[in-house]
């Protein structure tokens, strides 16, 4: 059974590249900055993050400039966000289409999941000045970072997948989403090193699947910084366990889409 739904992906695989050049081409249509909003979103999130936290609050980051050390953790939480609400809209959002023909539901979430790694990448230039600036060398932990790109697009396609299939049949999903996310920002690393918290608190945050990854994302960009292997394990973990039952979630309910929706 595995194997078919493989094998139907593959056959409709012309499709799924058809629709995620659909979503980059209009992302940013009738937008007068059109794509460099994918490099002012992280920007100014984190100008604010370091007048605010950096210099008001006075959080700690580890002795690397705040500038840098939260802009290490945006851009993966920028990609997480953005993408997360997407996907969890984007069975509402292409109903039309679901109702006419026949193909994978999964390859529209999917298609949102990998699309958005091209705004990754476009934000991600403006931190090589950064570290330039700051005179910040680069290590071999940027070796990690395609397998952290990975896991990432794991678990936010995991994700994606359970809330876009609830989304179909409870509509309040559009409205809660906005909020899980901001909660969410606030039990992951980005504003504080994990370093902050207390012990007992650690072991709690450690369950966030987001955790893990960027902190391990800080450590591949920044020298100064090790990987904490055991925090990096435990969101591989959480991440496959929810890339898993969101694909049994998405399989059992997609049968029913075009008929709910």
Known sequence: MKSEYLLELWRYRELFYFLVWRNLKVRYKQTILGASWAIIQPVFTMIVFTLFFGRLAKIPSDGIPYPVFSYCALLP????????????NSLVGNKNLITKIYFPRVTIPASYALSGLLDLGLASVVLLGMMAYYQIQISWGLLLLPFLVLLLVLLVLGVGMIFS????????????????IQIWLFITPVIYPTSFLPERFRILIAFNPTCGIIEAFRASLLPTRDVDWHLLGISVLMTLLIFTSGILYFRKTEKDFADII
């Open 165 to 180: 299939s609830l989304n179909v049949r409870y509509r309040d999903i559009k409205y809660c989403l906005p909020f899980i």
């Open 77 to 88: 939480w920028t990609y997480f966000s953005t993408t997360l609400t997407q996907s969890g």
